[in-house]
């Protein structure tokens, strides 16, 4: 660790927090339906796509149509995806003639870019054509993103409604959340991305001459002849405008393999801090958002200080860990690290990446030492709460908030209640529900991973650190985050059905019990505030919510990160 | 104070025996399985023992010693819940026996028709139904609860309140119910019997101290919600554990063929699955429960269901009356203020007279201030004076006397009456009433039958002592509370002011009552409120907490869902606090159970994984001895529970502050409190099981 790394890293948080009002108070109008500014110029389109799709903008839905049109809507971009990498083959905008994705790996695509997951099976410079990438995976990291966002306004308006059934209308709350937030923030992150170098263009591969030809032993072929390689394939495609996206929607598919690490995708220190500021930009911002909507903005503070309190030590953990290296390796680790962002930026973007649920990396994280790794897989594992993706990692947040408020509620000696609105036995289960399925997805696809043969023949290394890059995957798919630890070879039918399954059910299980929570709130008649309510805008309770936080969501993976990084950490140590 | 329903001391050797025996009853899986947390220490007891028996008569998965005393205190762990449950039953239990002793089997004289001379027949006291008229003499016991018809007698309720001065009921009015197992002293009564056998108010109370309704409140159903979650991802994360330890071992094995690495064993898992879940809680709410609405009954206070009870701990609004419960009973007479050139001798013996037959408390300390100002206490029928009590019409009461009329009453009756009798209504009375009735005191006019105004009598409504303290304490609660009061808006809100009630409604009639308790509700708030006469019954029916006083009909105690035995307005205070004390020791024990967590991972992972990977050993921050670790952890869990007895049977302590500042204290308590006492536990046993 050292001061300049430091204080990049305050310089970073500092502007994260300048944003969130701001860009919170412009979301809060866009989803009340208020002038912000934009609609002068996009009002006319908003109105175009609700003629041309025959939606009733003024209709308000219970929760249960709120969340029947959510899933149509996702089951229609799942057979889009699927169907669209099945037969890109024969379909334009496909110079590097790249043939159909297979069943399963299109199957676990499918989901990972619905789900909002992003989780990447296959290499997207060899598997997906142009076409795929934009009109696949380009339109989910929209749409997804946007669906997770109307989930949460919808649970908004549950809290701030008054005996009131509506929730909200899906389609409206997708339209702007698209077209007013979504949109305008791409354009502007695309075009500066494209002004740092990141490619934009529909032009093939080049295959360009090596500045430096290299010689290559073939391996088993000792005293033959090394291959002398002079030129290599440079990729190129529609990057830029894919690359903003997936950072602002919390998305994080990379264009290219390695994904914010390759030069094409994020060229320059610049382009780094602005991609990793985009990564927890708008899950920031929704909590101002939050607050706002409930008429009390301290809620909004509260939950984002809760955020707060988790990630910033994490974060310098992450940095000491890495900065300090191990015992067998001298010095800061800077194995699988890109020489342009350094210790600092890389252990950065590792804990924004986790955190929020974007996935995109710029180092790899199996090569970080065991510690260093062990972070980032556990704020996966925590449920995604802590920013979060755009709208679920804040719904979550609140599930978690239920249940915090039910323990502390009981124990100021009054029914509890959360914003006025009673937690009884619906919301519990619900809340209950969608804490629960997470960590039984990683925990039960952990397990079923390592007893079959094809599940445990797909890691790179031996003993605790090859259970790790399983437990990784999981915690990744089951928390619909979508960053991989490298080294795991994911793109098997075992790996592609297992993580596909997780992902399914960790985004739509989740939605499910939510909205019903919404719903469930939006008909409840607010309990006006005394000095007997519980309080849940106080430091005390934000210490309640961390610790809620912490303890659920982690003494659940105690043993499990014990047999994984915590016995490699050891190991290690006792080289 | 009540004597009979005093609480047994905490540990009495007869409950103790008594529970012991119960808790063993309560092995019954069809008992276990309503309570999910201990229903899974249950089965995975009768799992390690199934692995013990193993392990004796062939090869066990580790040695048959280690698997027995896992078992043994497993199965100590279902027990020590049991026990928990039976202590509090057992306590509930003691207190009923003292109550079924007043139900012993009387003989009731059924009338057929209600007149003491109607034909009776002898019947079984135990076979009246509802409607049924009884007769009862003197010296007889009441058969069962019922609404006096006819007569006026005394009646000892001291089987049911323990206190043993009389009560006078009588038919009529808000004085006419009577409960079954009292007896009546002298006189007779005939009583129309208002519950059906197994409905009194004796059943009712023995039911609900016995913990015969089970019925969940919905609290403690999403409290079981909670529970029954952090179980299974508990559980998920043991199971899970098996594969994983086996993948681990097969890892150290393909690295190091030498590799001593075994898999954990089921036992391990196991005990880790009991420390871990919330076992503290899931054994400790039962008798949370129990001794919740015992500690209602210690208070007197009969509640129809446990849900009455937590909704007490929800209340914001309480709608007290103003006589009895925020003013002592009665307003005393503090001063007379003639008018109009009336001498203060005039009016005081104008007053005196007007007031010697009075029996009224009002009446009465007239005539006790005249006395201070000299004069002596005549005797009506002396003087030959004819007494014209208060009637709703006149609104005065007073006496004729020697052909003179004088009159005491409300300001706008006795000027009514003065301008009857050709007289002009006082100015400067008018201008002193006003006075009077701002300084919270209740002005009585006195005039005579020339319509001549003589002056005003001040009647001074005495706030008790200490009652200010209590309502502040109500507002850092967070309750807002509600002087209700026949008086005039100004005298109300003198009243209020001194007592430090938040407001107040004047002029309060059963309908702006109900009103009011609407409009509260419909604000969101929950109302509680205490009534006793008939016409209260709408109101107490609209409250959420609604506590009929004992002496009051039949009607008001049906509408509400409290009946306080006592007749004690402000025990509404106290029933709120029990229904807090409730819902916190719920609370502050769910708390501690799941921040005991963290110890006890501590204890077990780097034992139960020291064959496969030795370096984790430097997570045994405790420095356990491997041997007994695990044990320690599992003793310490299932001791903790005996410990949390006497709290979970006592509450936790509430006092009146702020929520936050509550939430402060009660996490530091119990959360970090929770976080650290098993550290030290599992240390101090694991050190002692290593000393024998």
């Known amino acids: 660790m050292n001061l300049y790394g430091i204080f990049q890293l305050i310089v970073y948080l500092a502007v994260l927090v300048a944003f969130v009002k701001p860009l919170g108070w412009y979301m809060a109008r866009v989803y009340r339906a208020q002038p912000c500014g934009l609609d002068r110029l996009l009002a006319p389109a908003e109105r175009a796509i609700y003629r041309l799709c025959g939606i009733e903008p003024g209709e308000m839905m219970g929760w249960k149509v709120y969340a029947a049109s959510l899933l149509i809507f996702s089951a229609v971009g799942l057979l889009a995806v699927y169907g669209l990498?099945?037969?890109?083959?024969?379909?334009?905008?496909?110079?590097?003639?790249?043939?159909?994705?297979?069943?399963?790996?299109?199957?676990?695509?499918?989901?990972?870019?619905?789900?909002?997951?992003?989780?990447?099976?296959?290499?997207?410079?060899?598997?997906?054509?142009?076409?795929?990438?934009?009109?696949?995976?380009?339109?989910?990291?929209?749409?997804?993103?946007?669906?997770?966002?109307?989930?949460?306004?919808?649970?908004?308006?549950?809290?701030?409604?008054?005996?009131?059934?509506?929730?909200?209308?899906?389609?409206?709350?997708?339209?702007?959340?698209?077209?007013?937030?979504?949109?305008?923030?791409?354009?502007?992150?695309?075009?500066?991305?494209?002004?740092?170098?990141?490619?934009?263009?529909?032009?093939?591969?080049?295959?360009?001459?090596?500045?430096?030809?290299?010689?290559?032993?073939?391996?088993?072929?000792?005293?033959?002849?090394?291959?002398?390689?002079?030129?290599?394939?440079?990729?190129?495609?529609?990057?830029?405008?894919?690359?903003?996206?997936?950072?602002?929607?919390?998305?994080?598919?990379?264009?290219?393999?390695?994904?914010?690490?390759?030069?094409?995708?994020?060229?320059?220190?610049?382009?780094?801090?602005?991609?990793?500021?985009?990564?927890?930009?708008?899950?920031?911002?929704?909590?101002w958002t939050f607050g706002e909507m409930v008429h009390d903005r301290r809620q909004g503070w509260a939950v984002l200080a809760a955020m707060l309190v988790i990630f910033v030590p994490l974060l310098a953990a992450t940095y000491w860990f890495e900065a300090a290296?191990?015992?067998?390796?001298?010095?800061?680790?800077?194995?699988?690290?890109?020489t342009r962002f350094g210790i600092a930026n890389s252990a950065l973007w590792a804990t924004a990446t986790t955190a929020a649920s974007n996935g995109s990396v710029n180092s790899m994280h199996d090569s970080y030492t065991p510690l260093g790794g062990l972070i980032p897989m556990w704020l996966m594992q925590i449920g995604e709460v802590v920013f979060g993706g755009v709208g679920s990692g804040l719904y979550g947040m609140l599930m978690f908030v239920i249940v915090a408020v039910f323990v502390a509620g009981l124990m100021v000696g009054r029914t509890p209640e959360y914003l006025g609105k009673k937690i009884e036995p619906f919301e519990m289960k619900m809340a209950a529900i969608a804490v629960l399925i997470p960590c039984g997805l990683v925990l039960l696809g952990t397990a079923a991973a390592v007893l079959l043969p094809q599940g445990s023949s797909g890691t790179s290394n031996p003993g605790p650190h090859g259970f790790s890059q399983i437990l990784y995957a999981f915690s990744s798919a089951s928390n619909n985050n979508g960053s991989a630890f490298a080294g795991l070879s994911a793109n098997t039918p075992f790996y592609n059905f297992s993580l596909g399954v997780c992902m399914f059910l960790a985004r739509f299980w989740l939605i499910v019990p939510v909205l019903a929570i919404a719903g469930s709130l939006a008909a409840k008649k607010p309990v006006p505030t005394t000095s007997g309510t519980l309080p849940t805008h106080t430091p005390v309770f934000v210490a309640m919510l961390v610790c809620v936080v912490i303890i659920v969501g982690a003494l659940t993976f105690v043993p499990a990160l014990a047999l994984g990084p915590v016995a490699e950490q050891l190991l290690l140590h006792s080289h | 104070m009540a004597t009979s329903n005093a609480p047994h001391s905490l540990f009495d050797s007869a409950i103790v025996r008594g529970a012991v025996l119960a808790s063993l009853a309560k092995l019954n899986p069809r008992e276990q399985v309503r309570n999910p947390v201990m229903f899974v220490v249950f089965v995975v007891s009768m799992l390690a023992t199934v692995l013990w028996v193993q392990a004796i008569v062939s090869t066990g998965e580790a040695p048959a010693r280690f698997i027995g005393w896992v078992a043994l205190w497993l199965w100590f762990t279902v027990f020590f819940a049991n026990f928990?449950?039976?202590?509090?039953?057992?306590?509930?239990?003691?207190?009923?026996?003292?109550?079924?002793?007043?139900?012993?089997?009387?003989?009731?004289?059924?009338?057929?028709?209600?007149?003491?001379?109607?034909?009776?027949?002898?019947?079984?006291?135990?076979?009246?139904?509802?409607?049924?008229?009884?007769?009862?003499?003197?010296?007889?016991?009441?058969?069962?609860?019922?609404?006096?018809?006819?007569?006026?007698?005394?009646?000892?309720?001291?089987?049911?309140?323990?206190?043993?001065?009389?009560?006078?009921?009588?038919?009529?009015?808000?004085?006419?119910?009577?409960?079954g197992g009292t007896t009546v002293l002298s006189d007779w009564l005939i009583v129309r019997i208002a519950a059906d056998?197994?409905?009194?108010?004796?059943?009712?109370?023995?039911?609900?101290?016995?913990?015969?309704?089970?019925?969940?409140?919905?609290?403690?159903?999403?409290?079981?919600?909670?529970?029954a979650k952090l179980s299974i991802i508990f559980l998920l994360a043991c199971v899970t554990l098996l594969p994983y330890s086996i993948y681990a071992v097969a890892q150290a094995k393909a690295a190091d063929p030498a590799s001593g690495a075994a898999p954990v064993t089921v036992t391990v898992l196991v005990a880790l699955l009991v420390c871990l879940i919330p076992t503290t809680i899931g054994g400790l709410l039962s008798a949370i429960r129990i001794a919740g609405m015992d500690r209602l009954v210690q208070a007197n206070v009969i509640a129809t269901s446990g849900r009455a009870v937590e909704a007490a701990g929800d209340v914001d609004v309480l709608l007290l009356d103003k006589?009895?419960?925020?003013?002592?009973?009665?307003?005393?007479?503090?001063?007379?203020?003639?008018?109009?050139?009336?001498?203060?001798?005039?009016?005081?013996?104008?007053?005196?007279?007007?007031?010697?037959?009075?029996?009224?408390?009002?009446?009465?300390?007239?005539?006790?201030?005249?006395?201070?100002?000299?004069?002596?206490?005549?005797?009506?029928?002396?003087?030959?004076?004819?007494?014209?009590?208060?009637?709703?019409?006149?609104?005065?009461?007073?006496?004729?006397?020697?052909?003179?009329?004088?009159?005491?009453?409300?300001?706008?009756?006795?000027?009514?009456?003065?301008?009857?009798?050709?007289?002009?209504?006082?100015?400067?009375?008018?201008?002193?009433?006003?006075?009077?009735?701002?300084?919270?005191?209740?002005?009585?006019?006195?005039?005579?039958?020339?319509g001549r105004t003589l002056g005003v009598v001040e009647l001074k409504d005495v706030v008790k002592g200490g009652i200010a303290e209590r309502f502040a304490e109500m507002r850092r609660m967070?309750?807002?509370?509600?002087?209700?009061?026949?008086?005039?808006?100004?005298?109300?809100?003198?009243?209020?002011?001194?007592?430090?009630?938040?407001?107040?409604?004047?002029?309060?009639?059963?309908?702006?009552?109900?009103?009011?308790?609407r409009k509260y509700q419909l604000g969101g708030r929950l109302v509680a409120m205490t009534g006793d006469g008939t016409n209260d019954a709408p109101a107490l029916a609209q409250a959420d907490v609604a506590v009929a006083m004992n002496t009051g009909t039949q009607a008001a105690k049906e509408a509400g869902n409290m009946v306080d035995l006592d007749s004690n307005p402000t025990k509404l205070i106290e029933v709120v606090r029990i229904g807090k004390q409730l819902l916190m020791t719920r609370g502050s024990l769910t708390t501690f159970s799941i921040a005991n967590d963290v110890a006890k991972y501590f204890a077990i992972i780097p034992v139960a994984f020291a064959a496969t990977y030795p370096q984790l050993d430097a997570l045994n921050i405790m420095r356990l001895n491997p041997a007994t670790g695990i044990l320690s952890a599992v003793i310490f869990n299932a001791l903790i529970i005996v410990a949390l007895i006497p709290l979970a049977l006592r509450g936790v302590k509430y006092k009146p502050v702020e929520a936050s500042v509550l939430l402060r204290n009660n996490l530091l308590i119990y959360g970090v409190g929770g976080l650290i006492v098993p550290f030290i536990g599992i240390k101090i046993i694991d050190l002692l099981l290593n000393a024998f």
């Open chain 2, 478 to 517: 967070g309750i807002k509370t509600v002087m209700i009061t026949g008086d005039n808006p100004i005298t109300a809100a003198a009243i209020a002011a001194e007592a430090g009630v938040d407001d107040f409604l004047a002029q309060a009639t059963p309908e702006n009552k109900l009103d009011l308790i």
């Open chain 1, 85 to 287: 990498q099945r037969v890109q083959a024969i379909l334009p905008l496909n110079p590097a003639a790249l043939a159909a994705v297979t069943p399963d790996s299109s199957f676990n695509t499918a989901i990972s870019f619905v789900s909002n997951t992003n989780w990447q099976g296959y290499g997207g410079e060899t598997t997906m054509s142009y076409l795929s990438q934009m009109l696949g995976l380009g339109v989910q990291n929209f749409v997804s993103a946007a669906t997770g966002m109307a989930v949460l306004v919808a649970l908004v308006r549950g809290l701030a409604g008054s005996g009131t059934k509506a929730i909200g209308n899906f389609w409206v709350d997708l339209t702007r959340s698209t077209l007013y937030i979504l949109l305008p923030l791409s354009i502007v992150l695309a075009l500066v991305l494209v002004s740092q170098g990141v490619v934009q263009s529909f032009r093939p591969y080049q295959t360009v001459a090596l500045m430096q030809p290299v010689s290559v032993e073939q391996a088993g072929k000792e005293g033959e002849p090394s291959t002398r390689i002079v030129s290599q394939v440079l990729p190129l495609g529609p990057a830029a405008s894919q690359i903003a996206i997936k950072q602002l929607g919390t998305n994080g598919g990379g264009f290219f393999n390695v994904n914010s690490a390759h030069p094409f995708e994020n060229p320059t220190p610049l382009s780094n801090f602005l991609q990793v500021l985009a990564i927890l930009l708008i899950p920031a911002a929704l909590c």
């Open chain 2, 197 to 227: 056998p197994g409905q009194t108010f004796l059943d009712r109370m023995i039911a609900l101290v016995e913990g015969a309704k089970r019925q969940k409140t919905p609290n403690e159903i999403a409290l079981d919600i909670l529970l």
């Open chain 2, 323 to 450: 006589t009895g419960t925020i003013t002592l009973g009665n307003r005393q007479a503090a001063a007379f203020l003639p008018v109009d050139g009336a001498t203060l001798e005039e009016l005081a013996d104008a007053a005196q007279l007007a007031s010697l037959a009075d029996e009224t408390p009002e009446g009465r300390s007239i005539v006790v201030l005249a006395k201070k100002h000299g004069l002596r206490e005549r005797h009506i029928h002396e003087l030959g004076a004819t007494f014209s009590p208060f009637s709703a019409q006149t609104r005065m009461s007073g006496v004729s006397v020697n052909g003179r009329e004088i009159r005491k009453g409300a300001a706008d009756a006795i000027d009514a009456y003065v301008a009857r009798m050709g007289g002009r209504p006082s100015e400067q009375a008018r201008t002193i009433v006003n006075e009077v009735s701002r300084r919270g005191s209740t002005p009585l006019v006195v005039a005579d039958g020339k």
């Open chain 2, 84 to 179: 928990a449950e039976a202590m509090a039953e057992g306590r509930g239990k003691a207190q009923a026996a003292s109550l079924r002793k007043a139900r012993r089997d009387v003989k009731a004289r059924k009338l057929s028709a209600p007149s003491r001379q109607a034909p009776s027949t002898m019947i079984d006291g135990a076979a009246l139904r509802k409607g049924d008229l009884v007769l009862v003499d003197a010296g007889e016991v009441i058969p069962g609860d019922g609404e006096i018809i006819e007569g006026v007698a005394s009646v000892n309720e001291s089987a049911i309140t323990g206190e043993s001065a009389p009560v006078i009921r009588e038919a009529g009015g808000d004085r006419s119910a009577v409960t």
């Open chain 1, 325 to 338: 290296g191990t015992s067998v390796l001298a010095g800061p680790n800077m194995e699988g690290k890109e």
